[in-house]
């Protein structure tokens, strides 16, 4: 056999092993940037910034002479936008950042919510908004639908907001008003307490809800 050929035959055997050497790693980067894909894609996850991301609440009597109002932070979430466009995205609140309208986190007020009567935060510390659509009604006014989870229990609400999408900022700012009843925060309800006149308290609780979130 000469020595050309000898040679190409060489290659011939050599070629497969090499090239088959090589596939794997060829399938792993393959497999890579399926991963990212499915993170990145044309969806943006957006993390919450929870320095500037707050949520007021408000509740009052029956007869609206006695309101009390407040804040609870948001411990963490996220938002997803595809094209420009809020797609969904889930929000945590941390009950046991309950205050009340000077920022007073321990008084009687504030001590009185985190108990049974109201949301009973050392067994249910969390409360989530998940956000399943949001239908546009004009420019950067939406009607968000989603899942409001309290006190362990989940029920769907929707609520007007206006998200605004600036460069690699997000915007968003909602009011949701909520039967507190539907989540077992009975506390001097007219709906299971028979005469408090005076003392019922609006089964209405409305919850102000601003984020503001980056890429």
């Given amino acids: 056999m000469s020595n050309k050929l000898s040679v190409t035959?060489?290659?011939?055997?050599?070629?497969?092993?090499?090239?088959?050497?090589?596939?794997?790693?060829?399938?792993?980067?393959?497999a890579s940037a399926s991963s990212l894909s499915l993170h990145v894609g044309n969806e943006k996850y957006i993390?919450?910034?929870?320095?500037e991301s707050v949520v007021t609440w408000k509740g009052s009597s029956l007869n609206g002479l006695n309101?009390?109002?407040?804040?609870?932070?948001?411990?963490?979430?996220?938002l997803m936008l595809e094209n420009g466009q809020l797609t969904g995205g889930t929000v945590e609140?941390?009950?046991?950042?309950?205050?009340?309208?000077?920022?007073?986190?321990?008084?009687?007020?504030?001590n009185h919510l985190k108990d049974a009567d109201f949301f009973e935060v050392e067994k249910f510390p969390f409360s989530t908004i998940v956000?399943?659509?949001?239908?546009?009604?004009?420019?950067?006014?939406?009607?968000?639908?989603g899942n409001l989870t309290i006190k362990g229990i989940t029920h769907p609400v929707t609520f007007p907001a206006k998200i605004e999408v600036k460069g690699e900022i997000v915007k968003a700012n909602g009011k949701?008003?909520?039967?507190?009843?539907?989540?077992?925060?009975?506390?001097?309800?007219?709906?299971?307490?028979?005469?408090l006149a005076n003392q019922t308290m609006s089964d209405s609780v409305e919850f102000d809800i601003k984020i503001v979130a980056n890429k």
């Fill in 93 to 110: 609140i941390d009950m046991n950042t309950i205050e009340d309208k000077n920022h007073e986190s321990d008084n009687k007020l504030v």
């Fill in 176 to 195: 949701m008003v909520i039967d507190r009843t539907k989540w077992d925060v009975r506390y001097k309800s007219a709906k299971f307490y028979d005469n």
């Fill in 9 to 30: 035959y060489l290659i011939l055997i050599i070629a497969p092993l090499v090239f088959g050497c090589r596939e794997p790693i060829k399938n792993k980067n393959n």
């Fill in 131 to 145: 956000i399943t659509r949001a239908a546009s009604i004009s420019g950067e006014n939406k009607k968000v639908t």
């Fill in 67 to 78: 309101t009390q109002t407040g804040y609870v932070n948001i411990s963490k979430g996220e």
């Fill in 47 to 51: 993390i919450v910034d929870t320095k």
